[in-house]
């Protein structure tokens, strides 16, 4: 030992028993190592105490022991130690690196918080945090497992704290930290987490669940060696080599059962657990055989994770029995192999030194960490990452198949579309429906574990989702991708629905501003968005990417510092000039949009010449009615969505042709139709689509589409059709 360490010192004393646990799994080399880190920690945190009075060094000697626990290497311990001193001394990431190695040094970097950023809301600092956590992860997946280890340590002294700290450092883990744990199959970790903050979220129930459990411990253990000598001595005629041993559920998986499902203590399966480990696959089949044999067997409550692994690897069957008792019970069958990642998931690839071919099998498990963040990219809004966790990593999980066998992991309450994007990306686009097991349904429809799911896809060029998917996806990997879709394709479109929806909050709350003053409004609010445009701003609120309702309080402030306290009402705002914008589409001026997509609609078929006006579509751009149109209210004001009509005029050098219907009634003579189609003829107007019908009173009726380059044409048209002999009326029509 090169550094001097005092027993009666109460951090010398407990790093004494730290060295202790390293030497079962380190060289004297490493430990000496870590012997210079604790050193350097010890005499740069000199001084400073947490809240519970110790020294504060005893942190990092705590969590370096949760972490020798778990098995994990020298660099790992060594960023444990010194995993505060950028934030809490004057040390800097560089000293770490003179001192130790850039290894070492990226590790603490990964831990630092952003504390020194300043950011606007505490639910931004927390992305901001998580963030940079995981860009770590995917670089070097310690980052977060020394990390969770921080969490527990601090969760373990939380009662220190004021009450409202440990609540949100509470709700934070459950939300955050114990997802992640169990995404990376940490069990141990996991459950702790989860137990530590329900005690400090809720502790009355909590006790009342420990209360529950303590009330039958000796008659509980008794029970359940009973269970395991029963199981032991017909398994072992079967399979020799198998292990058996039992277990207690964690306070919080009762708790969520019974608070969060309505039930009892007396209602919990699973409070008993038998475990049996063997060496191996065929052996936990057999054992399987044997449990349902000697015991019978809880209908739907039969688990195969061997043939498809949870997403954070875990394999296992569970099985929940009947004992003689009547006392239910679970088994939990498992080889060695598979248990070892059960109970360390990603840190058993450091307990058991499993080299090359586990470094292998490592990096394919952490592809979600790099799927997250390349999916988190496309969003302006950073707390979607902590959203994505918060929902995503759900240890509730079903399991479907695709229709070649194919397994996919969702969390419960996932629908067709989150198995659609779950797939691919360019499936979920092209989603138009879904058959369940063969027969079809509704796209909101929830998956459940073991159903067989085939999206149908369209072949249509440009097909895309809706933004009512927005409303329906449960994972917010889907929504994401959806989001992201609508920010590249369909940008007018967003430009349109953001700028409807500002306008509707805008009258909503009472904000009253001229166009001029409007759009540098808008313009000030999109900066701030750090956007460069108003344009930018409207069509980031169209597509999802901001959320307008979680700004209005900002932008009632902002609106409430430009009134003038003297003239309430009148706005003190730097106007910027505002030309009319124009959409030039197959010759139609929309007022106040630029480039947007114009349809003409089929009930009117308005022409050049004719009184206009649009509606805004959802989805389809803007659709062009004649003024007198019976779909156009008659007052506009009074209409259920008046913010959706909008001004439109035909330009003034309109040149393409337009496509109208005739229907002419005439007498039913031979050789009529020749004479009108030569008329057309004669005048040099292209004929589409013809249809004729002879009437029971000797009348006949031509149903015509014809070009014209708007309504006067089409009127000279229809007044030379008229002179035709035999033909009674003519008249324009709808195609």
């Excluded at 313009?523 to 169209?542: E, M, N, P, S, V």
């Excluded at 003579?669 to 004479?675: A, F, H, N, Q």
């Excluded at 009726?701 to 006067?712: H, K, P, Q, Y």
Aim: overall charge neutral.
């Amino acid at each position: 030992m090169n550094i001097k360490l005092d027993a009666n010192n109460s951090a010398d004393k407990e790093y004494i028993k730290l060295r202790s646990a390293l030497e079962k799994n380190l060289e004297p080399g490493e430990i000496e190592d870590i012997d210079r880190a604790y050193a350097w920690a010890r005499d740069a945190h000199e001084g400073q105490l947490r809240f519970s009075g110790q020294p504060y060094i005893i942190h990092p000697i705590a969590v370096s022991k949760i972490l020798a626990d778990y098995g994990m290497d020298k660099d790992s311990i060594i960023a444990a130690m010194l995993h505060d001193i950028v934030e809490d001394t004057d040390a800097s990431i560089e000293d770490v690196k003179e001192r130790f190695s850039e290894e070492i040094a990226s590790l603490v970097d990964g831990l630092t918080k952003l504390g020194k950023v300043s950011l606007k809301t505490k639910e931004e600092q927390q992305a901001e945090n998580v963030r940079k956590m995981l860009l770590a992860m995917s670089q070097d997946i310690r980052v977060i497992i020394i990390k969770l280890a921080d969490r527990i340590h601090n969760l373990r002294t939380l009662n220190f704290m004021r009450p409202q700290k440990r609540r949100d450092k509470a709700q934070e883990t459950l939300e955050i930290y114990a997802p992640i744990a169990h995404r990376l199959g940490i069990r141990a970790m996991k459950e702790e987490l989860e137990d530590l903050a329900i005690s400090y979220l809720d502790p009355i129930a909590y006790n009342d669940i420990e209360v529950s459990l303590a009330k039958s411990q000796k008659a509980r253990s008794e029970y359940l060696e009973q269970i395991k000598q029963l199981i032991d001595e017909r398994v072992k005629q079967i399979v020799p080599n198998s292990h058996i041993e039992g277990r207690i559920k964690s306070v919080h998986g009762i708790y969520r059962k019974m608070y969060m499902q309505n039930k009892s203590f007396d209602e919990i399966y699973d409070v008993y657990a038998v475990r049996i480990i063997v060496d191996e696959v065929i052996d936990c089949y057999n054992c399987l055989g044997v449990i349902h044999d000697m015991f019978t067997p809880i209908p739907g409550r039969f688990k195969d994770y061997i043939s498809t692994p949870k997403p954070n690897m875990y394999q296992s069957l569970h099985t929940t029995v009947l004992g003689r008792e009547g006392i239910p019970f679970e088994v939990q069958i498992r080889t060695w192999e598979m248990h070892r990642t059960a109970e360390f998931g990603i840190a058993a690839h450091w307990k058991y030194k499993l080299g090359i071919s586990g470094k292998q099998k490592l990096d394919e498990r952490l592809n979600w960490i790099r799927q997250l963040l390349d999916e988190q990219n496309e969003a302006e809004n950073p707390e979607d990452i902590v959203k994505t966790i918060k929902t995503d990593f759900l240890p509730e999980e079903v399991f479907v198949f695709t229709p070649k066998g194919d397994v996919v992991s969702l969390p419960i309450g996932a629908t067709v579309i989150d198995f659609a994007y779950g797939i691919h990306s360019a499936v979920g686009h092209k989603m138009m429906g879904a058959k369940v097991d063969g027969r079809i349904v509704p796209l909101d429809y929830k998956v459940k574990t073991g159903e067989i799911v085939e999206v149908i896809t369209s072949t249509q060029q440009g097909k895309g989702p809706s933004r009512d998917w927005l409303n329906i996806a449960r994972t917010s990997s889907a929504r994401a991708k959806i989001r992201a879709w609508f920010k590249k394709e369909k940008r007018e479109e967003n430009i349109i629905e953001g700028r409807l929806a500002v306008e509707r909050e805008f009258r909503r709350n009472a904000i009253r501003l001229d166009d001029a003053q409007r759009e540098a409004f808008v313009l000030q609010l999109g900066q701030k968005q750090r956007l460069a445009t108003a344009d930018d701003f409207y069509a980031a609120i169209g597509y999802g990417g901001i959320s307008l309702s979680k700004m209005m309080p900002h932008i009632k402030d902002d609106y409430a510092k430009l009134v003038k306290a003297e003239k309430p009402g009148e706005v003190e705002l730097k106007t910027v000039p505002i030309k009319p914008k124009k959409t030039h589409s197959d010759g139609v001026v929309i007022e106040g949009i630029e480039n947007c997509l114009v349809k003409f609609s089929r009930c009117c078929n308005p022409l050049p010449g004719d009184d206009i006006i649009g509606f805004i579509t959802r989805g389809h751009g803007v659709s062009i009615h004649k003024r007198d149109c019976t779909n156009v209210p008659r007052h506009i004001e009074l209409a259920q969505e008046p913010e959706r009509w909008i001004k439109a005029y035909w330009d003034g050098n309109v040149k393409e042709e337009f496509k109208a219907n005739l229907t002419i009634t005439t007498m039913n003579r031979i050789g009529l139709l020749m004479d009108v189609t030569t008329q057309l003829a004669s005048m040099k107007v292209d004929i589409h689509a013809m249809n004729t019908k002879t009437n029971k009173d000797g009348r006949a009726t031509f149903s015509l589409v014809i070009s014209v380059n708007g309504a006067e044409h089409l009127k000279s048209v229809m007044t030379k059709i008229a002179k035709v002999n035999g033909v009674l009326d003519v008249e324009r029509g709808t195609i």
